[in-house]
């Protein structure tokens, strides 16, 4: 039976060769290891850029929609209807805060927002928050 023996003058022996190798494969393999972590890293950050890209796009388009239709029905408004629209819808006052902005009664203010409503078509993302007209 053949046996390992150490090295004579600095020779290579099976008993050094493996520890050779084994420091190597050690080696390699972490260094394996991190590469693949890092790679890893890498392609899920380009894949969360590209998916916060399309949710930009989708975004933009979403809100061109949104401004075409204010536009829209903004041109359709009577002149009675474009100040009570400017301030219950677009700058989000209540219906006493735009009476007092107008120097008008809140039956006005909301007269005028149910006749909005009644003869024009006001989309949801508009009045979601302003819920359904009542008398």
Do not use: C
Request: glycine content about 2%; cysteine-free; proline content about 4%.
């Amino acid at each position: 039976m053949w046996r390992f023996t150490p090295s004579i003058n600095g020779e290579a022996t099976p008993e050094r060769n493996l520890e050779t190798f084994n420091n190597l494969a050690v080696r390699y393999l972490y260094r394996a290891f991190v590469d693949g972590a890092r790679n890893t890293k890498l392609r899920l950050e380009r894949e969360t850029m590209k998916y916060e890209e399309r949710v930009d796009v989708v975004d933009s388009r979403d809100e061109v929609e949104r401004r075409v239709m204010l536009d829209v029905l903004y041109r359709s408004l009577t002149p009675r209807e474009k100040p009570v629209f400017e301030l219950v819808y677009l700058q989000d006052l209540s219906i006493e805060e735009a009476a007092n902005r107008l120097g008008k009664t809140r039956r006005y203010v909301w007269q005028v927002r149910k006749e909005i409503h009644e003869h024009h078509q006001v989309p949801d993302f508009i009045d979601r928050k302003r819920g359904p007209m009542v008398s």
